[in-house]
């Protein structure tokens, strides 16, 4: 599909039969991307940091601490529970990724962009989906891994249609939207925002939210989350797409 077959962002009959959602972490999807779920059921979403650590550390991070864990707890087990119960909400299916989420790895222990590429195209060769949603990437380290390896692998199907979705309460940090906007308008990749069809169920959205029951304390104390339910604070949807033939120039104005 080319951004040249669009017009006024509507999407041609078929580009979202099989739809695969990109979740950095266990609660993403649900909270950037319940309402495009809710109209897709049977959608794929893949936590891309969902594996367990060689060890967890001992206090436990800040973030588990609040959430109600303590040493020896097993973090992951318990939250890989809650996402299968937020998936029976969101009417999606659930794969978790064995990469390991970065508040329990020193940055040099971290899984390099190359591998996150190399298991997110492993779950499409599975899926085949028609359409791919990633995080827009950004403040995260987690994010943005999981947003650089999407756009490499695009790089190379073109075949399925690719888009972004806004990072729930990241995407209000000052500038960092329009930087990643910026970013990609300048590579080979557009974003546009896009006519994607949704069913926005506030109330359902709020269930599949609060089924991440150890989340639910740290994301009101450090991401608004309280506000940004009560706002119903609509999902925005990037597709991602070369530009136009002859409109590179833009870039250079």
């Known amino acids: 599909m080319t951004a040249a077959g669009i017009t006024w962002g509507v999407l041609p009959r078929g580009c979202l039969d099989r739809v695969v959602v990109c979740s950095p972490h266990f609660d993403d999807a649900a909270m950037g991307a319940a309402h495009l779920l809710f109209a897709h059921p049977g959608s794929t979403v893949v936590t891309v ?23 020896g707890d097993d973090v992951v087990a318990r939250r890989r529970e809650e996402d299968r119960a937020a998936m029976e909400v969101l009417g999606a299916t659930p794969v978790w990724l064995d990469l390991v989420d970065h508040q329990y790895l020193r940055e040099e222990e971290r899984a390099p962009v190359e591998e ?17 949603f990633l995080p827009m990437g950004i403040a995260n380290p987690d994010h943005a891994a999981t947003h650089d390896a999407g756009v490499r692998v695009a790089g190379r199907r073109r075949e399925v249609a690719w888009f972004c979705y806004e990072d729930a309460g990241y995407r209000h940090l000052p500038g960092l939207l329009a ?13 546009t925002p896009m006519i994607v069809p949704v069913v926005a169920d506030e109330a359902r959205k709020r269930r ?45 104005l």
């Open 116 to 132: 996150v590429e190399r298991q997110l195209e492993a779950v499409l060769d599975r899926v085949a989906p028609t359409a791919v």
């Open 49 to 71: 940091f969902g594996g367990r650590p060689a060890r967890y550390p001992d206090p436990p991070t800040d973030w588990d601490a609040l959430g109600g864990f303590g040493a």
């Open 179 to 191: 930087w990643r906007v910026a970013r990609l308008f300048r590579g080979d990749l557009w974003p």
């Open 208 to 252: 599949a939210i609060e089924c991440y029951r150890s989340q639910l304390a740290p994301l009101r104390r450090d991401h608004a989350l309280d506000a940004r339910l009560a706002a119903g604070v609509p999902e925005q949807y990037w597709h991602l797409a070369p530009p136009p033939p002859g409109w590179e120039a833009l870039r250079d």
